[in-house]
T-cell receptor
Framework: DADVTQTPRNRITKTGKRIMLECSQT?????MYWYRQDPGLGLRLIYY???????NKGEISDGYSVSRQAQAKFSLSLESAIPNQTALYFC???????????FGSGTRLTVV | RKEVEQDPGPFNVPEGATVAFNCTYS??????FFWYRQDCRKEPKLLMS???SGNEDGRFTAQLNRASQYISLLIRDSKLSDSATYLC????????????FGPGTRLSVLP
């Protein structure tokens, strides 16, 4: 089993729909992150959490929300999806020292 | 100026060639540096950390120049399997975002 598991792997949704992307990890890491990747723009941070009670906005948090349900689970929600949220989304974890990331396999989201 | 900048490439090199990538960062408080490799449509994976004294892992050599605020990655004897995008990553411990990713440099090794 993968250390960091994202579901779903692919999703097509309509504009205005609410959608949740889920992430779970078996690394035992406290820190979890959500990124989106767009061609030519690299990875951009949406939200991050350093422990269960800690939630922080990243570079591009507008239109997104997150929930840290447990140390191992960190979900990302799009309250009302719009086409420019079409992207590849990655969840990642890191150790307390912040040295190095482990990424999930990604969720390819298309909003039509 | 962007926090982490890389030459986007693509770098097209023949098998066996030596290729070098540079990455510059703007925050002098940056503490840790990494190179990640990302294959097309896959997740990034840690290639190597970059230490102050420079470090080598097989055909890969990473170096850090704090005075000029850049890191480099050298790949010797390129293989077809080295074709990927290489991401420079900078960790700033006193900065809320923690990790900043460069946009990546694409490498294609040609037969």
């Amino acid at each position: 089993d993968a250390d960091v598991t994202q579901t779903p792997r692919n999703r097509i949704t309509k504009t205005g729909k609410r959608i949740m992307l889920e992430c779970s990890q078996t690394k035992g890491h406290d820190r979890m992150y959500w990124y989106r990747q767009d061609p030519g723009l690299g990875l951009r941070l949406i939200y991050y959490s350093f422990d269960v009670k800690d939630i922080n906005k990243g570079e591009i948090s507008d239109g997104y929300s997150v929930s840290r349900q447990a140390q191992a689970k960190f979900s990302l929600s799009l309250e009302s999806a719009i086409p420019n949220q079409t992207a590849l989304y990655f969840c990642a974890t890191s150790e307390l020292t912040g040295d190095g990331y482990t990424f999930g396999s990604g969720t390819r989201l298309t909003v039509v | 100026r962007k926090e982490v900048e890389q030459d986007p490439g693509p770098f097209n090199v023949p098998e066996g060639a030596t290729v070098a990538f540079n990455c510059t960062y703007s925050n002098s408080a940056s503490q840790s540096f990494f190179w990640y490799r990302q294959d097309c449509r896959k997740e990034p994976k840690l290639l190597m950390s970059v230490y102050s004294s420079g470090n080598e892992d097989g055909r890969f050599t990473a170096q850090l120049n704090r005075a000029s605020q850049y890191i480099s990655l050298l790949i010797r004897d390129s293989k077809l399997s080295d074709s990927a995008t290489y991401l420079c990553v900078v960790n700033v411990r006193n900065y809320g975002q923690n990790f900043v990713f460069g946009p990546g440099t694409r490498l294609s090794v040609l037969p």
